[in-house]
C-alpha cells in the first residue's frame, strides 16, 4: 500500500502519521518523549511496522521544534515548521477555517488564515502559562488525573477568580484560594479561564479571534480549557477529530504535495531500519563568528547522517538537502508574516 508519512516531534511528544495517496488517515501515534525523542520515534516506528508492514512510503515530511532530528533519523523529503503544518491540516480538515489555536507540551501559538492561506501568527513568548507541561504539573499537584481535569472544570456552578497573567502568579493564587477551602471543580475552572484569559492576551494579543475557529494540540483534550475560550469569545470552538497529531498530519499532506509535483524517489530509510538504528546525537560550538551556535549533530552507526544550527547555514550547507533548503526560504517567508 502506497503512502505518505508525517512525523511531528515536540518538546514533550512525537507523533506520526501515515496517509493513503486519498489523503485517509492510514495509521497515527502519540507517544511522550520522555526526554528521548529518537526512542520515541523508533517506538512509533515499531507500532507502524506491527499494524501496517506492508506500507511503500513514497515521501516523508517533518515538522516540530525537532523536525531536523527527525529529518536526519528517517530520510526526509519535506522539512516544514510547524506553523505552516498546524495550518495546513487545518485548512484540510476544514477549508473555512479563519483561526487556529494550537497548544503544545511547552508552547502556544495562533495561526489567522484566509482563504486557506496562514495570513500572520503568533507564538508565547515568555509565559508557559496554558500549556500541557504546566497543566500537567497543576492536575498532579491537586491530585488529580490529567484526563479528568476538563471534566471537573465543567461541573464548576461557580469558578474561583484566578490571576493568569503569569504562570507563576497562577500557581501562587491557586494554592492560596485552595487553601481557602474551595471545591477542586471550582479551582479548577477558574485556572481554565484564567489560562484562557492568559492566552487571548499574551498570543493573541488583543487580535480579533474570527470563526471558524479549530483548537488542536494535546491540551485540546481539556474540554474545561475549551469551554473556557467559548466563554470567553462566545463562538464555537471546534475541536477536530486528530487534534492531537494534527502537525503530523499536516507534514504529510506536504509530503504528498511535495510528490506529486515531483515523482522524485524518497530518501526515506525504511521502518524496519529505523526501528533498529543505533543513533547518537552529538553538539558542538562553532566559534567562527561571534553567535557561537551550538551545532547539532546526528550519527547513525558512526556515520554523519545530519547536521543543523547555525544561523548562518555554513555548516548545514556540508550536507544541505533540498528540504533543508526549502526549510531556510520558509523561515525567511515566517519572519514576513510573524508579529
Not at 487556529?100 to 496562514?118: A, E, T
Not at 465543567?154 to 503569569?166: N, Y
Request: with cysteine; proline share 3%; net charge positive.
Amino acid at each position: 500500500m502506497e503512502c505518505f508519512l508525517g512525523i511531528d516531534v515536540g518538546s514533550v511528544s512525537a507523533k506520526i502519521v501515515a496517509l493513503d495517496a486519498g489523503k485517509n488517515l492510514l495509521f497515527e501515534t502519540y507517544l511522550r518523549t520522555h526526554g528521548n525523542p529518537i526512542e520515541a520515534l523508533q517506538a512509533g516506528f515499531q507500532q507502524l511496522q506491527e499494524q501496517l508492514p506492508d506500507l511503500q512510503i513514497l515521501a516523508v515530511g517533518t515538522t516540530g521544534s525537532g523536525r531536523h532530528l527527525a529529518a536526519a533519523l528517517v530520510g526526509a523529503d519535506t522539512i516544514k515548521n510547524e506553523i505552516t503544518a498546524h495550518a495546513v491540516a487545518a485548512r484540510e480538515v476544514n477549508p473555512d477555517v479563519r483561526t487556529v489555536i494550537d497548544i503544545g507540551g511547552q508552547d502556544s501559538k495562533i495561526i489567522f488564515l484566509k482563504d486557506g492561506v496562514s495570513r500572520g501568527f503568533n507564538m508565547n513568548s515568555v509565559c508557559a502559562a496554558g500549556t500541557g507541561s504546566f497543566l500537567d504539573h497543576q492536575a498532579s499537584r491537586l491530585n488529580v488525573p490529567i484526563e479528568k481535569f476538563g471534566e471537573l472544570a465543567l461541573r464548576s456552578t461557580s469558578p474561583v477568580r484566578i490571576a493568569g497573567r503569569c504562570g507563576v502568579f497562577a500557581e501562587s493564587d491557586l494554592i492560596s484560594k485552595q487553601q481557602m477551602g474551595y471545591s477542586k471543580e471550582d479551582l479548577i475552572a477558574g485556572l481554565c479561564l484564567a489560562l484562557a484569559r492568559n492566552y487571548l492576551a499574551n498570543v493573541a494579543r488583543g487580535k480579533e479571534i474570527q470563526p471558524v475557529v479549530l483548537f488542536q494540540g494535546g491540551v485540546a483534550a481539556n474540554v474545561g480549557l475549551r469551554a473556557a475560550f467559548e466563554t470567553l469569545l462566545g463562538i464555537p470552538i471546534i475541536v477536530p477529530p486528530y487534534y492531537r497529531v494534527m502537525g503530523a498530519l499536516g507534514a504529510a499532506l506536504l509530503a504528498r504535495e511535495k510528490w506529486q509535483k515531483t515523482k522524485a524517489p524518497s530518501a526515506f530509510r525504511g521502518v524496519r531500519a529505523i526501528a533498529q538504528f543505533k543513533c547518537a546525537p552529538r553538539s558542538f560550538i562553532c566559534n567562527d563568528c561571534a553567535n557561537s551556535c551550538e551545532i547539532s549533530e546526528l550519527y547513525i552507526c558512526g556515520e554523519i547522517v545530519g547536521r543543523w544550527g547555525s544561523r548562518c547555514g555554513k555548516w548545514a550547507n556540508l550536507r544541505l538537502s533540498s528540504a533543508d533548503r526549502e526549510d531556510q526560504r520558509e523561515k525567511l517567508t515566517l519572519m514576513r508574516l510573524g508579529a
